[in-house]
Each structure stands twice: as structure tokens, then as C-alpha cells.
């Protein structure tokens, strides 16, 4: 490997679709059609705080790319590109392609092909930063500050999973090696729902993925939309892996644990039939956990209608 150039050639250099200009200029283009606007979002992963060293690099690939892809569909953008940064401390050709090879997997199947980015060498730590580009029509796009009072506030597929996982790699849960093979895969290969998240513009009020909690990342709905809510924990999605857990270590995970990538939403009542059909053609779970109130605040009740109190606080980068 020659240097950065030989590095970007040997494995970040498919041709882009021809209606885009991608890897070889100093920018890329890339077309949006007439009345959608342009949606974009950003994030940065890094060794050490948002993945272990030792994960496999095609799992780590495919996570970098899904978890900008989970913003679009929080939005109903349709992707249409992305960039990815990268610095790494040396090159790695087994790592490097196994990594390339798990990225363009999901680009692949996402339809969101990659038209450049960087790549530097960093002291010791590898650090991946994607952005990624998506159009949605102008009138439709999901907001979080869109909620109305009366709307349903629904997620999509399971919780829990993937904060049960992370609590058994750092060792703050007792070790349970069958579990952590059935929940890995919920924390290094995140299944955003891209496809139904597209079609929720139009139809759903508001919308966010959750990536540091459902209370948490709710709760920005709420600030935002100037509004509370009530939501039942019994209606909750719980994933069946956890089933074996002590309820309170589930309730917990499910509350308040992130990495989720999948969508929480509000939508009128009346469409709710919409939503189940949507969800079915896609062969998605959703639940109808609760709905948007006029009083402030987030309450959850439990089985016995009793609040749940106090709530999970979620991730924060720097509390």
C-alpha cells in the first residue's frame, strides 16, 4: 500500500451512479429533484466510546453507514449518497477490505452509493465519520417539533436488545454468553427501517430515531413539538432475547438504553390503519405505545397503572 491514494483506490473507489460526479474531484455532485429538499446528517464514531477495538470491521462498516442512514429515515428521505472519513492509525489490508466490504453492503442495499470522503492516519485510535445525503419532499418532511396533541406515539421493531448486549461486553452485567451471541447483533448490526421510514412522510406528524433511548429521545419530540405524553410500558416492544432478565433490567433497557436505530413516531389516530399496512407490506413490527399530550413531561405508567418513576435518563456524550 503506497499511500493514501493507493489506500482510497484499492478500497473506497467504486464509480458512482452517472448522474453523480463522485471520487476523483475535489467535490462531489449529486442532483436533487425538483420540489425535494436536501437532507443530511452526520456522525462520528470512535474507538473506545462508540465501538471496541477488537468488533469485526465488517459489522463496524455496515454500523458507520446505518446509523446515518436511521437519521434520513427519521426524516422520510429517501437516501441518495454519502462521504466517509476515515483516519486509522496503519493500514490494515484484511481489516481495510473486510471493513470496505460490510460499508458497501449496506450502501449497496440502501441504494446510497458512496461518492467520496478522506482518510488520514491518526496516533492510535480509528475514528469514522459518514455523512450522508437524502431528499424528501419539501411538504412532508418529519420534523420533531410537528407532534400534535391526540396523536399516537408508535416505534418500530424492538428495545432493549442492543443496551442488554453493550451492559454484557462491559462487564456491568453478569456474564451470559448465550445471551450476549443473541443480543450482539442488535448493538454491531443495526437494521434501520429505511423503506418505511420513507413512506411515513406524508403520513406521520413527527418523527426521531432512537439512538440514546426512547425517554430521552422522545423527550426532544416533546420539547420541540411544546407538548407531553403518556405511554404504556405493557404496550412496549420488548425483545423476546431478554425474556430471561430480571423485569426491572429490562425495563430499564427498554426505557432508557440506545443503539436502538429505530424510529419513534407520532401520527393521528385515524392513521393508524395506514400505519399497520405499511408496516406489514415492509414485514415490520410496530407498537402503539402511548399518546401526545397537552400536559408536560413524559409519563410512563407499568402493568399496573402505577408511574414508572424515576425514568431512565439515557446516553449523554458528556454527562
Not at 445525503?133 to 396523536?151: E, P
Not at 420539547?223 to 425474556?243: E, F, H, I, N, T
Not at 405508567?301 to 408511574?307: H, I, R
Request: hydrophobic share 45%; with cysteine.
Amino acid at each position: 500500500m503506497g499511500n493514501e491514494f493507493d489506500l482510497i483506490a484499492t478500497y473506497f473507489s467504486r464509480p458512482a451512479p452517472p448522474q453523480f460526479l463522485g471520487v476523483g474531484d475535489d467535490c462531489a455532485l449529486l442532483p436533487v429533484a425538483p420540489g425535494m429538499q436536501l437532507a443530511t446528517s452526520t456522525d462520528l464514531l470512535i474507538e473506545g466510546r462508540h465501538f471496541f477495538a477488537d468488533v469485526d470491521p465488517r459489522a463496524l462498516g455496515h454500523k458507520a453507514l446505518a446509523v446515518n442512514l436511521s437519521d434520513l429515515a427519521a426524516m422520510g428521505a429517501q437516501p441518495l449518497a454519502c462521504l466517509l472519513g476515515l483516519s486509522i492509525p496503519r493500514v490494515e489490508p484484511a481489516w481495510l477490505k473486510a471493513f470496505s466490504e460490510g460499508f458497501y453492503a449496506l450502501a449497496d442495499a440502501a441504494s446510497c452509493p458512496l461518492i467520496g470522503g478522506d482518510t488520514t492516519r491518526s496516533h492510535s485510535d480509528v475514528l469514522i465519520s459518514v455523512t450522508v445525503f437524502g431528499q424528501v419532499d419539501a411538504r412532508y418532511a418529519l420534523r420533531r417539533n410537528a407532534a400534535k396533541v391526540g396523536d399516537d406515539v408508535w416505534v418500530t421493531g424492538t428495545l432493549g436488545a442492543a443496551d442488554v448486549a453493550l451492559r454484557l461486553m462491559l462487564n456491568t452485567l453478569a456474564p451470559d454468553p448465550a445471551l450476549l451471541e443473541a443480543t450482539r447483533p442488535f448493538l454491531e448490526w443495526p437494521q434501520p427501517p429505511l423503506e418505511f421510514g420513507r413512506k411515513l412522510a406524508g403520513v406521520a406528524n413527527a418523527a426521531l430515531d432512537i439512538s440514546d433511548g426512547l425517554v430521552q429521545d422522545l423527550g426532544h419530540i416533546l420539547k420541540a413539538s411544546g407538548c407531553g405524553a403518556d405511554l404504556d410500558y405493557a404496550a412496549m416492544p420488548a425483545d423476546p432475547v431478554l425474556q430471561s432478565l430480571p423485569p426491572a433490567i429490562v425495563q430499564e433497557a427498554v426505557l432508557g438504553g440506545g443503539d436502538v436505530y429505530q424510529l419513534c413516531f407520532t401520527a393521528l389516530p385515524a392513521r393508524r390503519e395506514q400505519i399497520l399496512a405499511l408496516a406489514r407490506q415492509g414485514a415490520l413490527r410496530v407498537s402503539r405505545i402511548g399518546c401526545i399530550t397537552a400536559q408536560p413531561g413524559l409519563r410512563v405508567k407499568d402493568a399496573a397503572g402505577q408511574l414508572i418513576h424515576p425514568l431512565p435518563v439515557g446516553f449523554d456524550h458528556f454527562g
